[in-house]
């Protein structure tokens, strides 16, 4: 059972530092986001990882270019992220399989997207939803993202992909899927934004999410 949170607002540094070292003992690990990136620099990642050097620490750019371009961008946050995640719809060859040389190259690990947690990924993605697991195992991708907000397809990917490969499930909070869906469906993580780092009191939010996982869990998963 896993917590991730979101880090996407490009909230002041000050602001951030205080949520991570708030956060740090309580969750698995941060996704950190493009727009607080692209506001705040590559830098904040390092900074960040600073306070909380435990745990998955992930960059979330949904990387979707030719490979050269995805390695340029990934290589301003490598050294300070374990994984980055990137779109599978771009297939393999002169794209990912470049990506995948240069995050192994680094020791790191590639996440690909599969399907995502709004309504608009079943417009195209999910019709290729079986194509983009085929790249993920022929990739030998460490994890992909599956949505909470769709459990059906984290089983999925989970019977497709077997145990070894770990499975993030954002949608959790804000976009409707409880704490618990996904993990009941075979994902390792959920990610969890809004709903904690919104929150009056972002450690209390999510030591309720724990317990909201927990409890269904322990419950064996019951609707």
């Known amino acids: 059972m896993g917590l991730l949170v979101a880090l996407d607002r490009p909230e002041p ?22 727009p607080l990136v692209l506001a705040r620099g590559p830098g904040v990642v390092h900074r960040l990882r600073s306070l909380c050097p435990r745990g998955l620490w992930v960059a979330d750019f949904k990387l979707a270019d030719i490979g050269y371009t995805m390695r340029l961008v990934a290589s301003t946050v490598v050294d300070y992220v374990d994984a980055v995640i990137a779109h599978a719809f771009v297939g393999v060859e002169g794209a990912l399989a470049e990506l995948k040389d240069m995050l192994d190259e680094k020791g790191r690990r590639l996440i690909l997207v599969v399907s995502m947690s709004h309504p608009g990924s079943r417009e195209v993605m999910d019709k290729v939803f079986e194509d983009l697991l085929s790249i993920a195992s022929r990739l030998r991708a460490w994890g992909v993202v599956a949505p909470a907000t769709r459990p059906a397809m984290v089983r999925r990917a989970r019977e497709a992909l077997g145990p070894s490969v770990k499975i993030l499930s954002p949608g959790v909070g804000a976009q409707g899927a409880r704490p618990g869906d996904a993990l009941c469906a075979g994902a390792d993580y959920e990610i969890v934004g809004r709903a904690i780092t919104g929150a009056d009191d972002p450690l209390a939010a999510a ?3 724990r317990r909201m996982q927990e409890e269904r869990l322990r419950e064996g998963c019951g609707s």
């Open 13 to 34: 540094v000050s602001q951030l530092s205080g949520l991570v070292d708030e956060l740090c003992g309580a969750v698995d690990g941060f996704k950190v986001g493009l």
């Open 207 to 209: 030591e309720e999410v």
